[in-house]
């Protein structure tokens, strides 16, 4: 007889022991029928889990909250938000419980996090659902920018919960396992200052401390090195958004991570041609969160988690506004400077000085702008190009006296092909693509989610036969539209 491997994991529960304020203990809704549609087998082994394990109808249960290891405490996680500039008090995990925190073998600590398992104290009108298309298209497109090197949170499995979800049809209903260094939000910190005890917002800024900045804990100001290490992250993490083509779509102060990982794939996608106003989700009517707009949107939204730490960051509340002020000064030097430091390594041209490029980067952006090229495939054909056939860049472009100009400018700076080729993608998770294979899913073919998950997961490795993988959308594909809360 074989022995079916039970599921083992042992589970802390530090966020919920060291912040209860902020912590509502619950338990994920019971799934009728679970059946596991993806699981993440390197991200199950960096973790030290056993995949074989995760596999069985245990290992669902355990992925779908209904299993619990002995000693785990699930927690629905408060946080307030600023959602399109207004200010939301009352947040929180309306449909997602923490399981508590994981240390893999190394000794790094990760959140076990649920989407989609049901309602808590927190869902306001909400069901606490999640459809199987919506959690498949955060786990692919999390995949993918953890492929690019873009720091994220990950996906370890999807599970279908044999549950239907009424949208605007009855869909069926899944449960994403998510992990994640953490899920301390900047409405997190917002939350804690509408309690208006500063007690709980020293705890919530040494807990954050601990857990992603260590260093700055030790440092002469800890809270201010603590909003400084803050925005850094979130600076370099904007500019690599911006350098793939990613628009995030949601930049609410809750969809901010205080440990720098995007989160909430909730109306994000990629920019096929290159268009800084593009805005893809049905509900930004205004552009809030246009591709354009993300770093002047992050910086307000650093603004606001500023605020909430000004209590911390000295006494006396003028002399806490002024040094808030002025590091927040520095924000759009430590993201632009990501920036063209990325800018330069997508031209081949990491080495050369800064003062030549900017006219050059500037009359390239200007020459996507006009002729509305795809930009993964503009910066792709680069390579080819400065091996001596500029053919497939020539060929995106309308304006050939333009393009053929700028080549001879490029060229002339000797870009390193080799380089070029691992810094811009062939595969990234195309909008038309991603919704061929969420349909497919829906109904209950998962190969064209897994073919596709295959191409994005390894971006920069161009391989025969996933030449439609690599290709624009077809003109027919038409605007693209995403939605929140699905
Ligand atoms: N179906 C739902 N039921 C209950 N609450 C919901 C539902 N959808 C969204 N919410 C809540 O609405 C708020 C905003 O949702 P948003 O779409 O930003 O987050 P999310 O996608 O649910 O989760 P996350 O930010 O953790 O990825 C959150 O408080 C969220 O928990
Ligand atoms: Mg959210």
Same mark, same amino acid.
């Given at each position: ?138 786990? &692919?497109?999390?995949?993918?920018? *953890? ?67 260590? #260093?700055?804990? *030790?440092?002469? *100001? ?16 904007? /500019? ?7 628009? *995030? ?34 509900? #930004?009517?205004?552009?809030?969160? /246009? ?97 001596? #056939? ?25 870009? #390193?092909?080799?380089? &070029? ?66």
């Amino acid at each position: 007889m074989s022995v079916v491997p039970q599921p083992t994991v042992t589970l802390d529960d530090r966020f919920a022991r060291e912040l209860s304020e902020m912590a509502v203990p619950w338990q994920a809704d019971e799934a009728p029928d679970p059946r596991l549609l993806v699981l993440n087998v390197p991200l199950a082994a960096e973790l030290g889990l056993d995949s074989k394990s995760l596999r069985t109808t245990q290992g669902s249960r355990l992925l779908t909250g209904t299993f619990l290891p002995p000693g785990a405490t699930p927690v629905a996680q408060a946080y307030s938000g600023h959602q399109f500039g207004g200010f939301s008090p009352r947040l929180g995990d309306g449909r997602a419980l923490l399981l508590g925190e994981i240390a893999d073998p190394a000794g790094g600590i990760h959140d076990l996090h649920l989407k989609g398992s049901g309602r808590t104290p927190f869902a306001r009108g909400g069901d606490g659902l999640a459809a199987v298309g919506p959690m498949l298209r955060e786990y &692919l497109i999390s995949e993918a920018m *953890h492929a690019l090197g873009i720091p994220t949170t990950r996906a370890l499995a999807v599970v279908a919960t044999g549950r239907q979800v009424r949208r605007e049809t009855l869909l069926p209903g899944a449960v994403l396992a998510r992990v994640a260094g953490s899920h301390l939000r900047v409405g997190s910190f917002q939350f804690a200052q509408t309690t208006g005890d500063v007690g709980l917002i020293r705890r919530l800024a040494d807990h954050a401390l601990a857990r992603h900045y260590p #260093d700055a804990a *030790h440092s002469e *100001h800890p809270y201010l090195a603590l909003f400084e290490a803050v925005m850094a992250a979130q600076a370099a993490l904007v /500019a690599q958004w911006m350098l793939v083509g990613f628009v *995030h779509g949601v930049m609410n102060t809750d969809n901010m991570t205080i440990s720098g990982e995007t989160i909430d794939y909730g109306p994000c996608a990629f920019m096929d041609e290159f268009n800084p106003a593009a805005v893809y989700s049905s509900i #930004d009517e205004s552009g809030r969160y /246009a591709y354009a707009n993300q770093p002047v949107v992050a910086e307000w939204n650093l603004a606001r988690l500023a605020e909430a730490l000004l209590p911390l960051i000295h006494d006396d509340q003028e002399k806490a506004v002024a040094l808030a002020t002025d590091a927040l000064g520095g924000f759009r030097r430590l993201y632009g400077d990501a920036w063209t430091t990325g800018m330069k390594a997508k031209l081949g041209l990491a080495g050369n000085p800064d003062d030549s490029l900017q006219s050059l980067i500037d009359d390239l952006l200007a020459l996507l702008q006009a002729d509305r090229v795809d930009y993964t495939s503009f910066f792709r054909s680069l390579a080819a190009a400065a091996r001596g #056939d500029t053919d497939p860049v020539r060929i995106q472009c309308d304006d050939a006296v333009g393009v053929d100009a700028w080549l001879h400018r490029w060229r002339a700076l000797g870009p #390193d092909a080799t380089a &070029l080729d691992r810094v811009n993608p062939a595969y990234i998770p195309r909008n038309h693509l991603v919704e061929e294979a969420l349909a497919a899913a829906t109904d209950g073919d998962l190969m064209p989610f897994e073919r596709l998950l295959e191409a994005v997961t390894s971006p920069y490795d161009e391989r025969p036969g996933m030449e439609r993988y690599a290709a624009a959308a077809p003109e027919d594909f038409g605007a693209y539209r995403t939605f929140c809360g699905t």
